[in-house]
C-alpha cells in the first residue's frame, strides 16, 4: 500500500493519480488544478464538447468534466500520458476502426496528449448525444 504524503489516503499503486483536499467544482477548476502542459490540450477537448453538445450540462462526476442531460453522456480526465475519453462501450465498438491508433478498453479511449483530434471526438460526442448512449 502506498499512503499520499499530502492528503494521507492510501493506495493499492504508488503515487497512485487522485485529488488531494477539496474536489473542484467545476470543469474549468479541474482544468486548472493540472499541470500547465496538460492544460490546453484539456481546454481544447471541452471546448469541443461544449460545441458539440450544446444542449449538454457541464458537471463534475465521479471527480472528473462530465457532460449530462438526464443521465451521463460522457466523461474525460487528466492522466499522467494521455487524456482519458469515457464514452461508453458502445461508442468504443462504433469507432472501432477509426481507433485504430489509440489504446482503448472497454468504455475508454486513451489520447495521448499533443495528439486531440477534433473532428474525431465532435463525432463520438454527437453519435453518444445522438443514440442516447450512456457513458
Known amino acids: 500500500m502506498w499512503k499520499c504524503p499530502k492528503c494521507g489516503r492510501e493506495f493499492k499503486n504508488t503515487n497512485q493519480n487522485h485529488f488531494c483536499g477539496e474536489k473542484p467544482g467545476t470543469v474549468e477548476e479541474y482544468i486548472l488544478l493540472q499541470d500547465d502542459e496538460k492544460q490546453a490540450d484539456l481546454f481544447l ?13 457541464e458537471r463534475i462526476s465521479w471527480s472528473m468534466p ?7 453522456i460522457l466523461h474525460f480526465a487528466a ?10 462501450p458502445e461508442a ?7 481507433l ?3 489504446s482503448v478498453d472497454k468504455g475508454t479511449i ?6 486531440v483530434d477534433i473532428e ?6 454527437q453519435w453518444c448525444w445522438d443514440t442516447g448512449n450512456h457513458a
Open 45 to 57: 477537448v471541452r471546448q469541443i464538447l461544449k460545441q458539440s453538445l450544446p444542449e449538454a450540462e
Open 66 to 72: 462530465t457532460y449530462w442531460k438526464n443521465h451521463n
Open 79 to 88: 492522466s499522467r500520458k494521455h487524456i482519458g475519453f469515457y464514452p461508453g
Open 92 to 98: 468504443v465498438e462504433e469507432f472501432k476502426e477509426e
Open 100 to 102: 485504430k491508433g489509440y
Open 110 to 115: 486513451r489520447i495521448p496528449y499533443g495528439r
Open 120 to 125: 474525431l471526438i465532435k463525432r463520438i460526442a
